[in-house]
């Protein structure tokens, strides 16, 4: 057997980091990753004191210690390190890719800071790059990391944008649709996403206090969230064209989005079937469901898939989806991992079952 | 003081039915209601054979029992009950309100029994009248019970046919822009609602088992739930025009109904905030949100309010409206005791502080 | 009718505070409450710069409105206040207190800033009294708020001290049977007691985040939480007589405690009964189940009934009992209203039904 | 590469059936395992009559399909089994161990069929044998499935009775104290647990209803829950020795129990720390916490981990310890996969990281 990739996680005491340390940690073609704290800056927070991953997270205990070492560019090259992956907040992102990229890394980068090619879905991130130039150039080489629709391009990209876990979950669920032709544009898309909580982050906030969204539910952010923008460039959309509302479910972790689409033709359910069918044949981490049975939460959870299913009405026209993802797995470590899988030639499978 | 109005309830042993138990305890114009088993047939479960609804809901003991009797006509009349209010199955509602009526009673129905006028839309009921005469005359005379719509016939009314949750929580959302003549009904109105588990019933099934519902969030009954009936007749709308999706939330109680309508000309939020407001001045039970301040479910539970808020996109076209009920007492008891309020003459908010 | 109580409260932003400000409201012998705002030092959060109370609990909007104005005793003397609540932090209450007191309020403090005589339970507290001879006086002054206890000693009171949550669950449970001096002392009592979140206060930090709660359990502060003090002191017991342990309960809100207790002679289940019911006769808000039938916590939520039951082994020695607060009700702001039910000669249950 | 092990499962459609398939199916020396349905009898509900085990739980679709087959013994042999797994109720394993153990399989039972060797602690099940003579034969035969005490034994045995989940909890706390001649035996023990409900099993009641756990907590089977038997064997306690209070916790899966004990001499931490720490070197599936931290049932979900800690009192006596487990790892399938590990003389971690 070959030797093992090295690999190194920055921002690995947040939910999706930890998850991602999980998940490689299980993976047989990956050594142990190096975890690493983030230098401090105005935004870090105490949490980054941490030495060992398992101090903050218990349940990690008894495996032989999760260290955290602080980040040196010189130290990862004598390590041996080649892929780095990123889950921090996007603007220390921001900051921290154009350097690894220039130690010659390779990077999955889990926030949303190289997602967008367009200036006006990146506006609501507020960057404020140092170095412009390198920004525009990063930006420009950075492969949206969906690898049911861009499979090809991450296997040879140097720096992949993870997608958003709500943006997985909508736009896997139109893409089929949307590429087929069928889809009513002028109509207009709507997506009704909901989310649990781990989706807002380990920061404590009123928002997040457990008795605030406990016996709760609320939608937020309509139409102003982040994940909108990727969600447009990625299906060729126009923001007339969808309207996004993410609410919070009373739930740790898992996304379902209801989804309704207009069709240009009147078409049996079959059909719709037959499309989904088609473009995901072959593709290991979606599951199309067959109609009129609809995925739900709970069928995702702490698995790599996404579920799609869908209901039409009897006009063959008014068609409701329903897409769900574990935003922490297939909405992010899961599919960075998957991701990392096609940069290195390995089954999309690889340490994810 | 005059004499306390006598009322009777059956199906007391339900959620809908042990809350309005609650609130008519309360309610300083009303006796303790009389609690009456439902005569046993087919569909009668052992839950029936309680004598006092404290051995079932340990939650009321301590108030002086809550004895149930059995259902006698003739005794009810030598005890002077003047309103009968049902919160039982819509079959039994379907036997049990022409015998109620005939015995001069006053009735309001929690069931979906008589709150539909279009046999279109009873179809889904599969009611099984033994005399459809007075099935057919009971189903004119019915009043359906949303105060805020139909507040002067049901102050005269005989039977009133109290609403749904859910079809509460849209109706009382869109009929002021209906009304206004804003909304482009071509274009299809969509409700995508969620409700906690006590709107499912107190019946233990696979589905509302707690690791069933728990850490989950699915969609269910697309295009075919039993209330999207009740919900176009009241908004005389056609079926091609509303989307109906109900979920079922990991929550006890509550009901959010996220609703999208494209309006027919360009608005400002000012202006559709007006028409919320105009509608609904002087309305107790609902309360109007300042835009873009949105209602939670929390913020309606144990209340008899109906909230409203909305979003307008900067388009002024794209509306997405929010509206929370608590699906037990404004979809439930707490609106059967403000149409009690309606058919006496009193106060609105009586009881229901 | 008599004019009606003015009261101010100190602290109405934190969850007891909330719920004290809901129950004075329905309360008919009491005015609209003044809310005040905490004096700014260095404790004060800005959850203090709100100016209604509404803007942070959105569930109160629509009753005309809570505003908040800025503390001033001369301010109080002149809208005739005669009673003031504290639901502040310990160390607040023990600053504010002593003024208030000093202009002629009686005081009914939610913390547990006034609870204890000795202090050797004062000292986990680590008060800085700035005067400590008036600190002094009032500990002495200070009646312990346990109506079912101290009730002769409250109607007289100037300072109550409003009992801890946990606590009012532990002592209502014990002190029937070692007031009957049936227990084995000796041989040591262990309360294994959990409580909802909401008992751990409104402050959002990394232990009261929902995915750190939600689908998890703990135990926290074994054999030093601070309520231990109160217990022991009420009633009667040496350190070395009671282990208490809390834990995090994944719910919002109420408390259960499990008691063990071993008898000094041989009991039957319906002598121990009898020492129940005894002791309560006539008590409004206690409710004592019939053995073996055990409260649960939905049983007393959102009412101000203390539950208690309990199971006797075989052998008539080892008891176990178990006792159901809500901790915001009966366990703080319910209590302080039926404190000051006692304080002015009402009934004991008024404003609480 | 030696052949991979052929194994069945009656009783799939359980919650601790299907973690066991899981389990299985990743677990390296393992064909996939036959799942046989259970034969028809008066106690076979309808969710028997799939047949696939991906129509009841859609969690698992996507891997190629779980068909169940009918339970035919020749059959069984033809396919080449060797090793059965029953997540039946007792009173089928009653029935199928004998039968199982005359085709000459080996069997893991995780009921409560086969645990006890007293017969005062089998009457709570109210087994009604057959034939009593193999019975006999097979209850002697039968070792009882906890790796960490009974591991020599288990790798022989023909026969596995699998824990209780609550028991695993309680035994693996308490057996090094006992052990060590450290506990104060005559003092009394207690153990209070709560368990998430999935510990219910997954026939719907009133009291697994969403609505009946969610916002609350209970007590039940004080005195008399069916764990307690296997608890007192196992620990060669007698029945005055142990208190053992179940609790219903509002979560899906998880158990915590806290258990309080008097040591017969005065302790330090770090010696009690020792008496666990040795008794469990080189344990695998055993987490003992450095003192004062202690184990949260979120630490050990998912896992087959069994977490301990434990505080000590100033007075070096009384001995507050915490122990936590996976009910449906841990306490059902992850120790049947443990025991079979043994049984083939496989590392006992194979099949559960």
Chains 1, 2, 3, 4 share one sequence.
Not at 92 to 113: E, F, H, W, Y
């Amino acid at each position: 057997m070959t030797a093992k990739l090295k690999t190194a996680v920055i921002g690995a005491t947040g939910y999706s980091g930890v998850e991602l340390v999980r998940v490689l940690g299980g993976h047989p073609r990956v050594a142990t990753p190096v975890l690493l704290s983030r230098p401090e800056d105005s935004t870090t927070t105490k949490t980054e004191s941490v030495t060992d991953l398992a101090e903050m997270f218990p349940a990690l205990s008894g495996n032989g210690g999760y260290p955290l070492q602080p980040l040196s560019w010189p130290s990862l090259k004598q390590q041996g390190i080649e892929l780095l992956f990123l889950a921090t907040p996007h603007y220390a992102s921001r900051t921290l890719v154009p350097q690894a990229i220039k130690q010659g890394l390779r990077v999955i980068d889990l926030s949303g800071a190289w997602r967008l090619k367009q200036a006006q879905h990146r506006a609501i991130y507020n960057f404020k790059d140092q170095d412009c130039a390198t920004a525009e150039e990063l930006t420009n080489k950075a492969i949206y990391g969906l690898p049911e629709l861009n499979g090809g391009r991450i296997a040879d990209a140097t720096l992949v944008a993870n997608p958003g876990c709500y943006a997985t979950s909508v736009i896997l669920a139109l893409a089929p649709l949307l590429k087929a032709g069928i889809v009513d544009r002028e109509h207009g898309i709507i997506s009704d996403s909901k989310s649990g909580v781990s989706g807002a982050g380990k920061e404590p906030t009123s928002r997040t206090h457990f008795v605030s969204v406990a016996d709760n539910f609320s939608a937020y952010a309509v139409f102003g969230h982040r994940h909108l923008g990727e969600i447009l460039e990625q299906l060729s959309l126009n923001s007339a064209e969808l309207i996004f509302t993410p609410h919070l479910l009373p739930i740790p972790r898992g996304i379902l989005s209801t989804i309704y689409v207009n069709l240009n033709r009147e078409m049996k359910p079959a059909e719709v079937e037959s499309c989904f069918r088609e473009f995901y044949g072959g593709k290991r981490w979606v599951r199309v469901f067959a109609t009129p049975n609809l995925p739900q939460i709970q069928f995702s959870l702490h698995t790599n898939y996404c579920d799609l299913g869908f209901c039409l009405a009897e006009d063959g026209r008014r068609l409701v989806l329903v897409s769900c993802v574990d935003n922490l797995l297939k909405g992010a470590a899961g599919q960075a991992v998957q991701n990392m899988n096609l940069m290195y030639g390995w089954n999309e499978e690889e340490g994810l079952q």
